[in-house]
């Protein structure tokens, strides 16, 4: 199957930082991925929807402001966590894919002092 | 609007025993229907998937999983796990967009 590679795999920042967590597409374009968050021991949470070339799509409650979404080339989706505070901890996993079927990143884990 | 229901939140179970995980769902277009296994700290690992065709899905590790339409489920099954089978596993639906809905999850923890 395809893949898609997450960097970094893991950050600790300090409460008030921004943090960037990239996903990219290694052997396929993706005109559409999709960011999601899972707090421990839960399901998936969709959290947008990233387009190459316009806007984000945001699920209901969450802040586009806090969660800044690029997608900037078929190959790279970008997730920026503004001024990050503890509650914002937290596994983020983004996907991306063809018709039929979604890969996902191996997930990043944010944890916010 | 597509959603998954997956009955049980943990199903414990001994090593080398048979194991079957619920998902039901609610659509009212045709379905591609999805399981996933999350091990900790990991990404999401597609076990199987059903787009069209045999309603009887094999996929990686021994699992398979049955696409009943008039009973709307996705059940997964193992006829014997191991210990490596502890994880926790996702039922999922493809909508329109590419976009998936999950179930809540599942937790299969194995015992020796």
């Known amino acids: 199957g395809a893949v898609v590679s997450q960097h970094p795999s893991r950050v600790i920042c300090k409460s008030g930082t921004s943090v960037k967590i990239e996903c990219r597409s290694l052997?396929?374009?993706?005109?559409?991925m999709f960011w999601y968050r899972q707090f421990p021991k839960k399901s998936l949470m969709l959290m947008a929807t990233?387009?190459?070339?316009?806007?984000?799509?945001?699920e209901q409650g969450v802040e586009k402001d806090k969660f800044l979404i690029n997608h900037a080339s078929l190959t790279l989706s970008t997730l920026t966590v503004t001024s990050a505070h503890p509650e914002d901890s937290s596994f983020y996993i983004c996907?991306?894919?063809?018709?039929?079927?979604?890969?996902f990143g191996p997930g990043t884990r944010l944890t916010v002092l | 609007a597509q959603s998954v229901t997956q009955l049980d939140s943990q199903v414990p179970v001994f090593e080398e025993a048979p194991v079957e995980l619920r998902c039901n769902y609610s659509?009212?277009?045709?379905?591609?229907l999805f399981w996933y296994v999350q091990y900790p700290n990991q990404g999401l690992q597609l076990l199987l998937k059903?787009?069209?065709?045999?309603?009887l899905v094999k996929g990686i590790n021994g699992f398979e999983a049955e696409f009943n339409k008039s009973q709307t489920s996705f059940h997964l099954r193992k006829p014997s796990v191991h210990i490596s089978d502890t994880a926790e596993y996702f039922c999922?639906?493809?909508?329109?967009?590419?976009?998936?809905?999950f179930g809540g999850g599942t937790r299969l923890m194995v015992k020796p």
């Open positions: 052997d396929f374009q993706a005109t559409t």
């Open positions: 659509s009212s277009v045709s379905v591609y």
């Open positions: 990233s387009n190459e070339g316009s806007k984000a799509t945001y």
């Open positions: 996907s991306g894919g063809t018709n039929n079927e979604q890969f």
């Open positions: 999922a639906v493809l909508s329109a967009g590419n976009m998936l809905t």
């Open positions: 059903y787009l069209s065709g045999s309603t």
